[in-house]
């Protein structure tokens, strides 16, 4: 039998838009389990009301004692981290949270994706405008707009970059105020199959293709296997650390196991 949200004593309370964040959303709702969730942006918000997820959605971005003050007024009993990867600082915000709440907080870790072909990891953004800007070629950038200004360094700038960014309206402002013209903005959600991927290499004549280590579900392995076809260089950001914590199946477990040792 089904149990309902009542019947359960864990509030979860759940921080990050990610593929695998949504996806823990719904299964603990469709498990009977009380969790809300915190998304940065109203297009976050959008994707999960729009698949029929949502409890509660936060569209917020808070500071420790913001997250602690959410975190008291609506009791809840368990903390998941389930931000990107590569938002570091969202992460430690989020530990300090809960260790001045005294819950507990799980990490939802998405594994690193795997290469098959030639490619060039490089430790942060500014190390790879500086290798991009003695490189000759468009590149396609699909980094996300929070390290643009960055990327708006390199030589010809809007010229040769074709950003690849979410359907999100300040996003896109984000892009324009750089300069960029609307020819070299792709405003799609991913992830992204083989073939497009590389149609959009192949159409936008780019001899790089610049992203992060964003995992399987993050579309990684055919980003790589796309710059590969179409010929192009993949320029990876690497990851900020090996990260300890569960995948979204073991995960599940331990928040059920939880709720079975509080009966």
């Known amino acids: 039998m089904k149990m309902t949200g009542s019947e359960h004593q864990e509030k979860v309370l759940i921080f990050g838009g ?3 964040g949504r996806l823990l959303f719904d299964a603990l709702a469709k498990r009977g389990f009380k969790a809300d969730l915190s998304v940065a942006t109203e297009y976050g918000r959008e994707v999960v009301e729009k698949q029929q997820q949502a ?4 569209v917020c971005r808070l500071n420790a004692q913001e997250m602690v003050d959410l975190i008291k007024r609506q009791n809840y009993s368990l903390i998941v981290d ?3 990867p590569y938002a570091v ?5 989020i530990r300090e949270a809960a260790a001045q709440s005294m819950v507990p907080c799980l990490r939802l870790v998405r594994p690193a994706g795997h290469c098959d072909g030639e490619m060039i990891v490089l430790p942060d953004v500014d ?6 800007s003695q490189q000759p070629g468009k590149i396609l950038a699909a980094i996300g707009t929070k390290h643009l200004a960055q990327l708006s360094l390199l030589p010809d700038f809007a010229s ?3 950003v690849r960014l979410l359907p999100d309206a300040q996003a896109i402002e984000v892009c324009k105020a750089l300069g960029l013209p609307g020819k070299n903005i792709i405003a799609m959600q991913g992830p ?3 073939d497009l991927n590389k149609a959009m290499l192949v159409q936008c004549q ?4 610049l992203t992060k280590n964003s995992g399987e579900i993050g579309g990684f392995a055919k980003k790589a296997a796309a710059a590969k076809a179409a010929g192009a260089m993949l320029v990876v950001i690497g990851r900020p650390s090996v990260e300890q914590g569960l995948n979204l199946d073991d995960l599940i477990a331990a928040i059920e196991e939880r709720e079975a040792t509080r009966k």
Not at 55 to 58: E, I, L, N, P, W
Not at 89 to 93: G, I, K, Q, R, V
Not at 127 to 132: D, M, R, W
């Open 55 to 58: 409890q509660t959605v936060y």
């Open 18 to 20: 990610t593929t695998e």
């Open 206 to 209: 780019c001899r790089f293709m």
């Open 160 to 162: 040769r970059v074709i």
């Open 127 to 132: 190390a790879a405008v500086e290798y991009l």
């Open 89 to 93: 600082l969202a992460s430690e915000t």
């Open 192 to 194: 992204f199959s083989l």
């Open 82 to 84: 389930a931000t990107h």
